[in-house]
Structures are given as structure tokens and as C-alpha cells.
């Protein structure tokens, strides 16, 4: 079975500059997580989806975050204009439902320049 | 008070001796607890889940859950220097809406 996985690995920009991650979970997860990890803090959540449905995006800066899951599958975090302090990993993650374990993707580093 | 409270450590261990891990969380209606091992560089990996107050074993991992005292606690027997990471506690919270991480213990098993 396919993992969650995630696109780009590695990004560096300047500030106010844009960027944008994806991520396809794993078949048949109506869950998904977007997790911002700082170096050195534990994972924080952004926002939750179930299906194409948001649950959860109390921690999400709206000013300047963005995400979106259309189709209920795939989803897309964006970032504009970003920030020094965006500097982190962008975990993405999936379960069957909450409650039940979630699995990571192998994350997304960002560094803002 | 934060959701999910870890000591961040470091915490050291000789090999061969027993790690303690712990883990306390405010929501007392939360029903679904896990934990995870990150290394360096990489995501986070579930070592257990734990839904019912006691102990759960599984291999040299026994994860133990105190609802009353709303903590969660994790072993692990014959450290390895392979068990180096950082350990994070996982917490459903808000009616298992909401899955909150605790701030990750770094744990280093000393050859």
C-alpha cells in the first residue's frame, strides 16, 4: 500500500515570496492533516480536512496560509508571502477517520531566506 | 496550560537499561493516545496506540495510560542506541476531532 505522499521535499525562498505543497494521502483516508514542525518543537497543527470539509483550521494564519482539498483526495498548502518564521517542516498526514492512527508523509522543508 | 506536555529532555540512558517517557494532557474527555518516534531529519513513526487505561506491551515497548490522572507514560526495555530520537505524545482531543503533539522528548541511549 502507497504511503502519503508529498511534493517538493526541499524549498528555499526568498521572503514574501510564494510556495506551495501538495500532497495525496493515503487510498481511501477521508482524514488529512497539514502539521507545521519548527526544529526542535513537536508537530503543530494547520489545518484538518475530512473528506473536502474543514474541521480544523484555528492555528492556520489565514492572513497569508491557504489549503484546500477539492476533490476530497488531494490537497494543496500555500503559502504568500512568506515569512522568515515559515522556516519549517510542512508534514502532511492520514487516517480512516479521527481517532485512528495517522500516518506522515515524509514532510516538505522550507527555508525563507 | 498547554494540550499535550512533555519533559523535552534530553533524557540519557545507558544502554541496556529502561527509558521512561512521559506525558500529561489537559482534555479529560480524550479517548485516543499514541506514540511516535522521530529521527533526525525524518517524519514521525507510530510505536503505539493506547485507548484504554492500563498497560499495553508490545515487544521491549509497554506504553501505560492514566485517565484519572490524565497521563500517558512510555517504556521501553533494553534501550538500544537505535531507540535515539525524540519521542512525541500524541493526544485526540475535542471529542477526537483534533490530534495535538506534545513538544517531543529527545532521548539518547548511551553505548
Redesign the interface.
Known sequence: EAGVAQSPRYKIIEKRQSVAFWCNPISGHATL?W?QQILG?????LI?FQNNGV??DSQLPKDRFSAERLKGVDSTLKIQPAKLEDSA?Y?CASTTQ??????????SWLTVV | QKEVEQNSGPLSVPEGAIASLNCTYSDRVSQSFFWYRQYSGKSPELIMSIYSNGDKEDGRFTAQLNKASQYVSLLIRDSQPSDSATYLCAVNVKGAQKLVFGQGTRLTINP
Open positions: 492533516y502539521y518543537q513537536g508537530p503543530k497543527l484538518q474541521v480544523d517542516v508534514l479521527p481517532g485512528n492512527t495517522i500516518y506522515f508523509g515524509e514532510g
